[in-house]
T-cell receptor, first 115, second 115 residues
Framework: EPEVTQTPSHQVTQMGQEVILRCVPISNHLYFYWYRQILGQKVEFLVSFYNNEISEKSEIFDDQFSVERPDGSNFTLKIRSTKLEDSAMYFC?????????????FGPGTRLTVT | AQSVAQPEDQVNVAEGNPLTVKCTYSVSGNPYLFWYVQYPNRGLQFLLKYITGDNLVKGSYGFEAEFNKSQTSFHLKKPSALVSDSALYFCAVRDGAGGSYIPTFGRGTSLIVHP
Protein backbone atom coordinates (compact mmCIF):
# COMPACT_ATOMS: atom_id res chain seq x y z
CA GLU A 1 0.00 0.00 0.00
CA PRO A 2 1.40 3.44 -0.90
CA GLU A 3 2.58 5.50 2.05
CA VAL A 4 3.54 9.04 2.83
CA THR A 5 7.14 9.20 3.99
CA GLN A 6 8.90 11.88 6.03
CA THR A 7 12.51 12.66 6.80
CA PRO A 8 14.14 13.01 9.20
CA SER A 9 12.25 11.15 11.89
CA HIS A 10 13.84 13.36 14.56
CA GLN A 11 15.48 16.75 14.18
CA VAL A 12 17.23 18.62 16.96
CA THR A 13 18.10 22.23 16.31
CA GLN A 14 19.11 25.33 18.20
CA MET A 15 16.79 28.26 18.59
CA GLY A 16 17.11 30.68 15.70
CA GLN A 17 18.29 28.07 13.22
CA GLU A 18 16.50 27.16 10.02
CA VAL A 19 15.07 23.69 9.54
CA ILE A 20 13.61 21.94 6.54
CA LEU A 21 11.28 19.03 7.02
CA ARG A 22 10.78 16.77 4.04
CA CYS A 23 7.88 14.69 2.86
CA VAL A 24 7.14 12.45 -0.10
CA PRO A 25 3.36 12.31 -0.61
CA ILE A 26 1.57 9.42 -2.29
CA SER A 27 2.38 9.66 -5.97
CA ASN A 28 -1.09 10.16 -7.47
CA HIS A 29 -2.25 12.59 -4.79
CA LEU A 30 -2.64 16.23 -5.69
CA TYR A 31 -3.27 17.90 -2.33
CA PHE A 32 -0.70 18.19 0.40
CA TYR A 33 -0.84 19.31 3.99
CA TRP A 34 1.28 19.99 7.03
CA TYR A 35 0.01 19.54 10.57
CA ARG A 36 1.74 19.71 13.90
CA GLN A 37 1.09 18.21 17.30
CA ILE A 38 2.64 19.65 20.40
CA LEU A 39 3.08 16.93 22.98
CA GLY A 40 -0.23 16.06 24.59
CA GLN A 41 -2.20 18.55 22.54
CA LYS A 42 -4.41 18.51 19.47
CA VAL A 43 -3.33 17.85 15.92
CA GLU A 44 -3.25 21.37 14.44
CA PHE A 45 -3.53 22.30 10.79
CA LEU A 46 -0.74 24.46 9.38
CA VAL A 47 -1.13 24.67 5.62
CA SER A 48 -2.55 23.00 2.53
CA PHE A 49 -0.97 23.10 -0.91
CA TYR A 50 -2.28 22.43 -4.39
CA ASN A 51 -1.05 23.18 -7.86
CA ASN A 52 2.13 24.73 -6.51
CA GLU A 53 0.46 27.23 -4.28
CA ILE A 54 -0.95 27.48 -0.80
CA SER A 55 -4.68 26.75 -0.69
CA GLU A 56 -5.32 27.44 2.98
CA LYS A 57 -3.24 28.27 6.00
CA SER A 58 -3.89 28.65 9.67
CA GLU A 59 -2.90 31.51 11.92
CA ILE A 60 -0.02 29.35 13.13
CA PHE A 61 1.52 29.47 9.66
CA ASP A 62 3.14 32.88 9.91
CA ASP A 63 5.99 34.43 7.95
CA GLN A 64 8.59 32.17 9.51
CA PHE A 65 7.01 29.16 7.78
CA SER A 66 7.11 28.33 4.10
CA VAL A 67 6.29 25.35 1.95
CA GLU A 68 7.61 24.22 -1.37
CA ARG A 69 7.32 21.43 -3.86
CA PRO A 70 10.81 21.61 -5.35
CA ASP A 71 10.36 18.65 -7.68
CA GLY A 72 7.72 16.14 -8.66
CA SER A 73 7.92 14.13 -5.48
CA ASN A 74 9.07 16.14 -2.47
CA PHE A 75 7.02 18.53 -0.36
CA THR A 76 8.92 20.55 2.22
CA LEU A 77 8.18 22.69 5.23
CA LYS A 78 10.76 25.30 6.15
CA ILE A 79 10.93 27.09 9.46
CA ARG A 80 13.27 30.06 9.02
CA SER A 81 14.16 30.90 12.59
CA THR A 82 13.05 28.27 15.04
CA LYS A 83 11.65 29.09 18.45
CA LEU A 84 11.36 26.90 21.50
CA GLU A 85 7.60 26.73 20.98
CA ASP A 86 8.10 25.18 17.56
CA SER A 87 9.05 21.94 19.27
CA ALA A 88 6.41 19.47 18.16
CA MET A 89 5.69 16.49 15.96
CA TYR A 90 5.14 17.63 12.38
CA PHE A 91 2.97 15.50 10.13
CA CYS A 92 2.75 15.66 6.39
CA UNK A 93 -0.41 14.39 4.70
CA UNK A 94 -1.78 14.04 1.20
CA UNK A 95 -5.15 13.38 -0.36
CA UNK A 96 -6.43 12.48 -3.76
CA UNK A 97 -9.15 15.12 -3.68
CA UNK A 98 -9.81 18.29 -1.75
CA UNK A 99 -13.52 18.48 -1.13
CA UNK A 100 -14.70 17.73 2.37
CA UNK A 101 -15.22 14.02 1.98
CA UNK A 102 -11.71 13.03 0.99
CA UNK A 103 -9.64 11.29 3.64
CA UNK A 104 -6.04 12.24 4.23
CA UNK A 105 -3.04 9.93 4.36
CA PHE A 106 -0.43 10.87 6.93
CA GLY A 107 3.27 10.28 7.19
CA PRO A 108 4.93 8.99 10.37
CA GLY A 109 5.96 12.46 11.44
CA THR A 110 9.13 14.36 12.21
CA ARG A 111 9.79 15.15 15.83
CA LEU A 112 11.34 18.61 15.99
CA THR A 113 13.14 19.55 19.17
CA VAL A 114 14.31 23.15 19.50
CA THR A 115 16.86 23.77 22.24
CA ALA B 1 -16.97 27.25 13.33
CA GLN B 2 -16.34 23.54 13.57
CA SER B 3 -15.10 21.71 16.62
CA VAL B 4 -14.74 18.19 17.89
CA ALA B 5 -14.40 16.74 21.36
CA GLN B 6 -13.08 13.43 22.58
CA PRO B 7 -14.10 13.43 26.22
CA GLU B 8 -11.88 10.51 27.29
CA ASP B 9 -8.10 10.74 27.32
CA GLN B 10 -7.88 6.98 27.81
CA VAL B 11 -10.15 3.99 27.43
CA ASN B 12 -9.31 0.63 28.96
CA VAL B 13 -10.99 -2.56 27.84
CA ALA B 14 -10.33 -6.27 28.19
CA GLU B 15 -9.57 -8.29 25.10
CA GLY B 16 -12.72 -9.81 23.66
CA ASN B 17 -14.98 -7.16 25.15
CA PRO B 18 -16.74 -4.51 23.08
CA LEU B 19 -15.11 -1.11 22.91
CA THR B 20 -16.41 2.40 22.39
CA VAL B 21 -14.37 5.53 21.84
CA LYS B 22 -16.49 8.66 22.08
CA CYS B 23 -16.57 11.69 19.81
CA THR B 24 -18.93 14.66 19.72
CA TYR B 25 -18.85 17.50 17.22
CA SER B 26 -20.20 20.94 16.51
CA VAL B 27 -20.80 22.33 13.02
CA SER B 28 -23.07 24.82 11.32
CA GLY B 29 -24.03 22.66 8.35
CA ASN B 30 -23.85 18.95 7.66
CA PRO B 31 -20.82 17.23 9.13
CA TYR B 32 -18.18 15.19 7.39
CA LEU B 33 -16.79 12.91 10.10
CA PHE B 34 -13.63 10.82 10.19
CA TRP B 35 -11.80 8.43 12.49
CA TYR B 36 -8.07 7.92 12.32
CA VAL B 37 -5.78 5.62 14.31
CA GLN B 38 -2.16 6.20 15.21
CA TYR B 39 0.13 3.35 16.18
CA PRO B 40 3.48 4.09 17.87
CA ASN B 41 5.99 5.73 15.56
CA ARG B 42 3.49 5.78 12.70
CA GLY B 43 1.39 8.46 11.06
CA LEU B 44 -2.37 8.74 11.42
CA GLN B 45 -4.16 6.05 9.44
CA PHE B 46 -7.65 6.52 8.05
CA LEU B 47 -10.22 4.13 9.55
CA LEU B 48 -13.62 5.26 8.33
CA LYS B 49 -15.74 8.25 7.45
CA TYR B 50 -19.33 9.44 7.38
CA ILE B 51 -20.36 11.72 4.56
CA THR B 52 -23.99 10.85 3.97
CA GLY B 53 -26.29 7.83 3.92
CA ASP B 54 -26.49 5.07 6.53
CA ASN B 55 -25.78 6.21 10.05
CA LEU B 56 -23.72 3.08 10.75
CA VAL B 57 -20.42 3.20 8.92
CA LYS B 58 -18.07 0.24 8.68
CA GLY B 59 -14.35 0.67 8.31
CA SER B 60 -10.99 -1.05 8.54
CA TYR B 61 -9.97 -3.70 11.09
CA GLY B 62 -13.58 -4.45 12.12
CA PHE B 63 -14.28 -0.96 13.41
CA GLU B 64 -17.55 0.83 12.89
CA ALA B 65 -19.00 4.16 13.91
CA GLU B 66 -22.50 5.42 14.40
CA PHE B 67 -23.53 8.87 13.32
CA ASN B 68 -26.13 10.35 15.64
CA LYS B 69 -27.32 13.73 14.45
CA SER B 70 -29.53 14.50 17.44
CA GLN B 71 -26.71 13.84 19.87
CA THR B 72 -24.05 15.28 17.53
CA SER B 73 -21.95 12.20 18.13
CA PHE B 74 -19.86 9.83 16.06
CA HIS B 75 -18.68 7.14 18.46
CA LEU B 76 -16.22 4.51 17.29
CA LYS B 77 -17.08 0.93 18.16
CA LYS B 78 -15.82 -2.60 17.80
CA PRO B 79 -17.68 -5.69 18.99
CA SER B 80 -14.62 -7.58 20.23
CA ALA B 81 -11.39 -5.77 21.10
CA LEU B 82 -7.93 -7.12 20.29
CA VAL B 83 -4.69 -6.31 22.09
CA SER B 84 -3.40 -5.10 18.73
CA ASP B 85 -6.14 -2.41 18.70
CA SER B 86 -4.21 -0.57 21.41
CA ALA B 87 -3.36 2.79 19.84
CA LEU B 88 -4.27 6.47 19.77
CA TYR B 89 -7.58 7.27 18.07
CA PHE B 90 -8.48 10.64 16.57
CA CYS B 91 -11.89 11.89 15.55
CA ALA B 92 -12.08 14.68 12.97
CA VAL B 93 -14.88 16.82 11.57
CA ARG B 94 -15.33 19.15 8.67
CA ASP B 95 -18.30 21.48 8.39
CA GLY B 96 -20.13 20.96 5.10
CA ALA B 97 -21.40 24.52 5.27
CA GLY B 98 -18.02 26.07 5.85
CA GLY B 99 -15.64 27.59 3.36
CA SER B 100 -12.66 25.54 4.55
CA TYR B 101 -11.87 22.05 3.35
CA ILE B 102 -9.67 21.35 6.32
CA PRO B 103 -10.92 19.03 9.08
CA THR B 104 -10.53 19.79 12.76
CA PHE B 105 -9.03 16.99 14.81
CA GLY B 106 -9.81 16.00 18.36
CA ARG B 107 -7.19 15.66 21.04
CA GLY B 108 -7.09 11.89 20.67
CA THR B 109 -8.08 8.98 22.91
CA SER B 110 -5.61 6.34 23.97
CA LEU B 111 -7.17 2.89 23.75
CA ILE B 112 -5.56 0.21 25.88
CA VAL B 113 -6.73 -3.34 25.41
CA HIS B 114 -5.64 -5.67 28.20
CA PRO B 115 -4.98 -9.37 27.52
Amino acid sequence: EPEVTQTPSHQVTQMGQEVILRCVPISNHLYFYWYRQILGQKVEFLVSFYNNEISEKSEIFDDQFSVERPDGSNFTLKIRSTKLEDSAMYFCASSEGFSGGWEQYFGPGTRLTVT
Amino acid sequence: AQSVAQPEDQVNVAEGNPLTVKCTYSVSGNPYLFWYVQYPNRGLQFLLKYITGDNLVKGSYGFEAEFNKSQTSFHLKKPSALVSDSALYFCAVRDGAGGSYIPTFGRGTSLIVHP
